[in-house]
């Protein structure tokens, strides 16, 4: 009977790491871009179509005019509907952990502008919170858990502060666009 020597050829280690970095690296670019979103917001222009870019640069003057300390204002690029999708530009406006994303866009005959607000994902403490409800079952270890990075009251007072500010810019910009196009402001009763 003839032997036959069995070889079996396994990845090395270096081919281990290339795969563990390269899919890190994968997370990290889809992962950078995620919001807990709290809140959205839409206005749509019916019949009319105007320059996004436009819009984006106005509003970001806006924005520089308040002198808001801790903002960074920067394009970002969302699927339209799937990975591999179209992308859409969106206008980022962060301050610390407040962000809003802002989209203008042609639809059909119009156009409209929307905003996403929300906080940048907490993954080290929603991981933290996971492994102690799975391991850990001292309630001390739980509340010092929850309370990581809690705002003081301040921190909540300038992020109101942030957050009215840019939703008034925005309103600020649309206004602009409407006088610009002539378009009607509606009475109150009208909305």
Not at 3 to 24: A, C, G, M, T
Request: aromatic share 14%.
């Amino acid at each position: 009977m003839k032997s036959v020597l069995l070889y079996i050829d396994f990845p090395s280690e270096l081919e281990y790491l290339f795969v563990l970095v390269f899919i890190i690296i994968l997370v990290a670019i889809f992962w950078r871009k995620r919001v807990n979103v709290s809140t959205n917001w839409l206005h749509a222009f019916v019949d009319y179509q105007f320059s996004t870019q436009d819009f984006y640069t106005k509003l970001g003057e806006l924005i520089a005019k308040r002198e808001m300390p801790n903002v960074s204002i920067s394009r970002i690029n969302y699927a339209t509907s799937h990975l591999i999708s179209e992308r859409r530009e969106y206008l980022r406006i962060a301050r610390k952990d407040s962000i809003f994303d802002i989209c203008v866009a042609p639809f059909g005959t119009g156009s409209f502008v929307s905003y996403w607000y929300g906080e940048p994902r907490k993954t080290l403490k929603q991981l933290m919170r996971r492994v102690a409800t799975t391991y850990i079952r001292n309630p001390d270890v739980h509340q010092i858990i929850d309370n990581f990075n809690n705002k003081t009251r301040y921190q909540y007072d300038t992020d109101s502060v942030f957050q009215v500010w840019v939703k008034d810019c925005i309103n600020e910009a649309i206004e602009e666009v409407k006088t610009n196009k002539g378009i009607r402001t509606p009475l109150t009763n009208e909305q």
